[in-house]
């Protein structure tokens, strides 16, 4: 992202004691929640993400989400290097906000390295393209990947820090051209190329986090929605300041984008004898998707004790 939230300002408008200078997380003190310093990187949440997440949960009760759609009514470009699409937000005015620009970009990244735009995170990962060539797979074909959140939980450590757990992926879907445009087919082959990506990416998530600022970002989002559904799920009692933070901190946004690196062609020519015997056509593949956290199935009412202390100044 061009910009990552810092805490300062978001902990003034809560009306937090300190000035923080590093991470922060949340302590429960009975049935309110405070924020607290800690060097403790899984307990860090951002302040700005929360806020937002907070009032996505509150007036929507559901979790962020975010699409890149064709825009050509879901059916495959005619002119694909003059084919848009659409960022679509639910709710819409996460457009002017971080957790939206995080998530946009995030997505948009991720279609380029799944189709070899630039070189891949970790060493021996190929493109879904190079999956493709390999299998020498003559079709086209669309498909979708979405992150989503495979495992998520509570902790709460011996000092009352609330800890969000969670394990990310990216999951892939063949799509077919129905009545409608494109949909989900019935059934994704494991063998499919950008099955193959997806697994290899979730295999290598953590790391790429590391290597990927804009991953680990969102990565940081997920954690601040799990926090969300907690707080509001349990009751938590939080000022009205907890919710005024972020929205509106992005600059407008525009809602289309270029389609130009989503689709591959290549041809295939079979020479007999020194005569060209049959060529076929360029094949062209296309990856739609988003971000799609899936939190709402997890239960997090009842969190699990960790025998450890998070605040900074108390680890030992």
């Known amino acids: 992202p061009a910009a990552i939230p810092q805490n300062a300002a978001p902990a003034s408008k809560i009306g937090c004691g300190f000035a923080p200078k590093g991470l922060v997380c949340l302590v429960q003190r009975g049935d309110s929640v405070e924020v607290a310093p800690t060097l403790e990187p899984a307990a860090g949440v951002s302040l700005e993400y929360l806020s937002v997440a907070l009032q996505v949960r509150r007036r929507e009760g559901t979790e962020p989400l975010f699409s890149l759609d064709p825009v050509e009514d879901g059916r495959r470009p005619s002119d694909p290097e003059g084919a848009m699409q659409m960022k679509r937000f639910e709710p819409e005015w996460l457009a002017g906000t971080s957790v939206g620009e995080v998530m946009f970009q995030a997505d948009y990244h991720l279609k380029e390295l799944s189709m070899g735009e630039y070189e891949q995170p970790v060493v021996g990962m190929k493109s879904c393209l190079e999956y493709s060539d390999a299998d020498a797979d003559d079709c086209e074909w669309s498909a979708r990947e979405w ?170």
Not at 150 to 161: F, I, L, N, P, Q
Not at 224 to 234: D, R, T
Not at 267 to 287: F, M, N
């Open 147 to 316: 992150f989503v959140v495979r495992k998520a939980e509570m902790r709460v450590s011996d000092d009352k820090v609330l800890v969000p757990c969670l394990k990310m992926g990216v999951e892939a879907r063949e799509q077919v051209v129905g009545s409608d445009g494109l949909e989900d087919a019935p059934l994704t082959r494991p063998d499919h190329p950008l099955v193959k990506y997806a697994e290899a990416f979730t295999h290598n998530f953590d790391l790429i986090a590391e290597r990927k600022s804009v991953v680990s970002q969102l990565r940081e989002v997920a954690k601040a929605s799990i926090l969300a559904k907690y707080l509001l799920e349990s009751g938590t009692a939080l000022a009205e300041n907890w919710f005024g933070v972020g929205l509106g901190s992005a600059p407008p946004c525009c809602l289309e984008v270029p389609q130009l690196w989503n689709s591959s062609g290549g041809q295939k020519v079979c020479i007999k004898d020194g005569v060209i015997e049959t060529a076929k056509a360029p094949k062209s593949h296309g990856i739609y998707g988003g971000v799609d956290f899936g939190i709402d199935r997890f239960r997090l009412a009842a969190p699990s004790r960790v025998a450890t202390s998070v605040v900074a100044g108390r680890a030992g």
